[in-house]
């Protein structure tokens, strides 16, 4: 059946527009409240969100459908993503629910779904729920009598501090470390600066005033330019960037070097491979990941695993075959240690730890590769795939053909925006520039 509402990450869209509207996130929690529906206890789901003013339009619109099919909701508000997947074991509740459309800009919102395991879900749930949403649900709706309670809990923002901080040994200390935390005027802008300043650091924090429009603005994990500057103005040991739902981390050095997901999945692997910590003999990223990281861990003796993009691709791999580092370029860090899906915070206190255990500087234990030229270029369209344009398919044909083996290419539909993303890699990259280029302009040609 082809997905109409799920895309790569949960359901998500332009807020008050198909399909981030009240009526179909009504539906959605009905749906997924019967999907989850086994067995006669009390059901429970848990709803975090992120800053978005549209979240709470969408908050209450899902807790009418889960209270009509006779979940009850514990309401979290504003909450990081990987704290929403914690909680949902932690409170074993039957299903969790984050309300957020990342990175994404304010007026985009989204719904993902985590299982009471607290991953996310699979293609064939998300199937089955898509199925329902194209039925008449009204005659599986509970009488008055079993309808379920809504309530906001506190303490839970406590709860994943704590967790936090238990990821780190009981010994380790940042005391010393001057720490400059943009948590995107997002979801994290209360627990991330708390936990580094509960573990000893001198905390700055920026991106920590959400008005409901501000989130992913200027800031965060997507548009490092303020944390550089920060990091530059207080003279910074690192810079530390979430995006909007603290899934995804990027760290900026003490001379305002931006250091990518490669580079920090890199850190960590090698660093649990000397201790030990390493469940497989490396670790697991998308199509995107560098060529240069593939190089470097093969330097290590470590095997890179490659899945289609989307950090679920990469926990649904680490699962099937042992891994316990994963990530994605753009950040996403999931250590299986630790978390369910990515963590940006989880992931920044790893990459604290090896700077405490080496005593040098972030530049030097975050580079540990040079990357591999790449260029990725987005190109916008409307209606169906330019990809399947007879002249865009001989312009990648063409492309492959003078690269050879001396790079890559990547096309792809982005899952969560109308784009066309193209990437190459390659280490000549005047010849790469080109390539790609010539790429781009065709599909924008059949977009036009």
């Excluded at 949403?133 to 005659?139: C, H, K, P, T, V």
């Excluded at 390659?426 to 790469?432: M, P, Q, S, T, Y």
Aim: net charge negative; charged share 25%; proline share 4%.
């Amino acid at each position: 059946m082809t997905r109409k509402y799920f895309g790569t990450d949960g359901i998500r869209g332009t807020a008050n527009q198909v399909p981030m509207t009240p009526d179909i996130a009504l539906k959605v929690g009905m749906a997924a409240g019967l999907s989850f529906r086994t067995g006669n206890h009390r059901h429970r789901v848990v709803i975090g969100k992120d800053t978005r003013l549209s979240g709470y339009m969408i908050e209450n619109a899902l807790v009418a459908g889960f209270t009509a099919v006779g979940m009850d909701v514990l309401v979290l508000g504003p909450m990081p993503t990987p704290a929403v997947a914690m909680l949902t074991r932690s409170v074993r509740a039957d299903l969790g629910v984050m309300i957020s459309a990342s990175h994404n800009p304010f007026q985009d919102n989204g719904i993902k779904f985590f299982g009471p395991d607290g991953y996310k879900l699979s293609d064939d749930v998300e199937r089955e729920i898509e199925a329902l949403l194209e039925q008449d649900l009204s005659s599986r709706l509970v009488g008055p009598s079993e309808l379920g309670r809504a309530k906001r809990i506190d303490g839970m923002r406590d709860r994943y501090i704590e967790f936090a901080k238990r990821t780190l040994s009981r010994e380790m200390s940042l005391a010393g470390l001057r720490i400059v935390v943009d948590c995107a005027n997002g979801a994290a802008y209360k627990v991330a600066p708390e936990v580094l300043w509960e573990l000893g650091a001198d905390v700055i924090a920026i991106g920590v005033e959400p008005d409901g429009y501000n989130i992913n603005r200027g800031c965060g994990s997507t548009d490092t330019k303020a944390l550089c500057a920060k990091v530059h103005e207080v003279r910074a040991d690192i810079g530390i960037a979430l995006d909007g739902d603290a899934d995804r981390v990027i760290i900026v050095d003490e001379n305002g070097q931006v250091v990518d997901g490669d580079q920090l999945m890199a850190v960590v692997a090698q660093s649990w491979q000397e201790d030990g910590r390493l469940s497989a003999s490396g670790i697991v990223a998308t199509v995107m990941s560098n060529l240069g990281l593939e190089r470097y861990l093969a330097g290590l003796g470590l095997e890179l695993a490659r899945t289609k993009v989307g950090d679920r691709y990469v926990v649904e791999h680490m699962r099937q075959h042992g891994f316990n580092v994963g990530g994605e370029q753009s950040g996403h860090i999931v250590l299986s240690d630790f978390a369910t899906t990515g963590d940006g915070l989880v992931a920044a206190l790893q990459v604290l730890a090896c700077v405490v255990k080496l005593n040098r500087p972030v530049s030097e234990v975050c580079r540990r590769f040079e990357p591999v030229p790449q260029i990725l270029k987005n190109v916008r369209y409307a209606g169906a795939t330019p990809l399947d344009d007879p002249k865009v398919q001989a312009a990648i044909e063409d492309g492959r053909r003078e690269l050879g083996d001396h790079g890559r290419l990547l096309i792809r539909p982005s899952g969560t925006e109308p784009l066309i993303r193209v990437m190459g890699e390659a280490d000549n990259e005047g010849v790469l520039s080109g390539v790609v280029q010539r790429i781009a302009d065709a599909v924008a040609h059949a977009a036009a």
